[in-house]
């Protein structure tokens, strides 16, 4: 079981480049392309920086999205394209933070067997290692996750943890994702004004860090016996 948890998700991998490239084939070979245009993009994100309630609604969205399932990281690519790194950067995080919390205060209200049941078996190592670990189980599964957001917030509540544990868990393992996308969504905005100014250094370094990021905490999944999928 051990070994198995440590092979590379190579499928995952895999999934993840035929979408990359079936979505940049839609973009070039299909309609899509005549209304996707930098243009629009760009005229969408000077309404967003030129409305005054925009920063509140995209923080506020990150609730809903995570009970739905909806992909964080589109949101936070789309805040830092209009908002830009640094503003993006600080709306992105305190959106997942506000959804962390609310997702925890579900759990809490919740009886822990209906959070067992919706979380399943699989699972179970998870709930352990939450309380047996805490910070250091929350940290973890937030850099590589191993259930939905919103499921991770809900089990962490119903077991329950600490809510600074959950918190500082929660903000340092999500830190490294969202640097990522703040990093490729600052990339993605020069690119709709200059494609050439697009720095691949910076994007492969990304790469990398995530690369080692997740190695290690897998490496940390397996010695605690819990799934790192």
Known sequence: MKRARRRPAWGKILLAALVIAALAAAWRYTPLSEYITAERINGWARTMRQTTWAPVVMILAYTPAAFV????????????????PWLGF???????ITAALATYYVGRLLPEKTVQRLAGDKLDDVIKALRRHGFMAMLAVRIIPVAPFAVEGLIAGAV???????????????LPGVLATTVFGSQIAAALEDPSTINWWIVAAVLVAMIALTWFVRRWFAAQGAPAK
């Not at 399932?69 to 830009?84: E, K, S």
């Not at 600080?90 to 997942?96: A, D, F, L, R």
Request: positive net charge.
């Open 90 to 96: 600080v709306y992105g995080m305190t959106g997942i």
């Open 160 to 174: 329950p943890i600490k809510l600074w544990d959950y918190t500082l868990g929660t903000f340092l393992g999500m």
């Open 69 to 84: 399932m909806f992909p964080r990281p589109v949101l936070t690519l789309l805040t830092v394209i209009a908002f830009g």
